[in-house]
């Protein structure tokens, strides 16, 4: 099996998976999206998004094929053009930081290291760049009983509206958008190096640092490697909604 993972570029946003291709659950806010749902394309508002954050600040994402077959994506960017990225408890990410809002291994390849690959392209290109550090709104999909029973109900409205669904202009439930098909995995984040630094029940902010003073390498590299060796052993860590 021959895997390789190339960064996305403005001519080749059609090798975006499909969900990736139509998902505007980061670039749109939720209640824009709402407003404008059946009037608006989410594949032209996706490259559009995508085609304005390339020009202005350059690579923003980073493309798995295995075979000659997409596997699967990750896409990063300044905080700043994320819209739902000022919605969450946990918000606002650190202003030197890079927001990581997708990773994802497609159909029939997630128990491959298409995950492991994607993180090692996206380390890469921001450690080329200057990046100090990458930042993620990781989610857990179980929170403890006791968490839940303490929200208030400021606080539910909030998450309400972080989770609101955005749905196509097909309504296809297929391709509807929501935390747990949009979102990075809370566990699978911490196991590739990532450290909490804004706890949560749902929704904590986690950070993995770049800068070469810190050892990122050696860590990074660490901790990628023993995931990969737990995935051939175990079924692998859920990352987001197949």
């Known amino acids: 099996m021959s895997t390789s993972v190339t960064a996305l570029t403005l001519g080749e946003l059609d090798k975006l998976p499909a969900h990736a291709r139509r998902c505007v659950f980061w670039e749109m806010d939720p209640a824009v999206a709402e407003d404008s749902r059946?009037?608006?394309?989410?594949?032209?508002?996706?490259?559009?998004?995508?085609?304005t954050v390339m020009?202005?600040?350059?690579?923003?994402?980073?493309?798995?094929?295995?075979?000659?077959?997409i596997a699967g994506c990750a896409l990063y960017s300044p905080p700043r053009v994320v819209p739902r990225a000022g919605l969450f408890p946990t918000s606002p990410v650190s202003p030197d930081a890079v927001l990581l809002t997708t990773l994802r291994a497609e159909?029939?390849?997630?128990?491959?290291?298409?995950?492991?690959?994607?993180?090692?392209?996206v380390v890469a290109d921001?450690?080329?760049r200057g990046v100090r550090a990458l930042e993620a709104f990781g989610l857990r999909t179980d929170p403890p009983a006791k968490a839940l029973a303490e929200r208030t109900v400021g606080s539910m409205m909030l998450?309400?509206?972080i989770a609101s669904p955005i749905r196509d202009a097909a309504s296809n439930p297929a391709t509807e958008c929501s935390p747990e098909t949009c979102m990075i995995d809370a566990d699978f984040l911490e196991e590739v190096?990532?450290?909490?630094?804004?706890?949560?029940?749902?929704f904590p902010r986690l950070r993995l640092e770049l800068n070469s003073d810190h050892g990122w390498k050696e860590d990074v590299e660490h901790a990628l490697d023993q995931l990969l060796?737990?995935?051939?052993?175990t079924p692998p860590t859920r990352i987001g909604a197949r």
């Not at 020009?55 to 077959?69: H, M, P, R, T, Y």
């Not at 128990?111 to 090692?120: E, F, P, T, V």
């Not at 060796?229 to 052993?233: D, L, S, V």
């Open 107 to 121: 159909f029939p390849y997630q128990d491959a290291d298409i995950a492991h690959r994607l993180m090692q392209a």
């Open 55 to 69: 020009l202005e600040w350059g690579s923003c994402g980073q493309v798995a094929n295995v075979d000659g077959n």
């Open 38 to 51: 059946g009037f608006s394309d989410p594949v032209f508002e996706k490259e559009a998004w995508l085609s």
């Open 229 to 233: 060796a737990a995935a051939a052993m």
């Open 126 to 128: 921001l450690v080329r």
């Open 159 to 161: 998450m309400e509206r």
């Open 193 to 202: 190096g990532f450290e909490v630094i804004a706890p949560h029940h749902r």
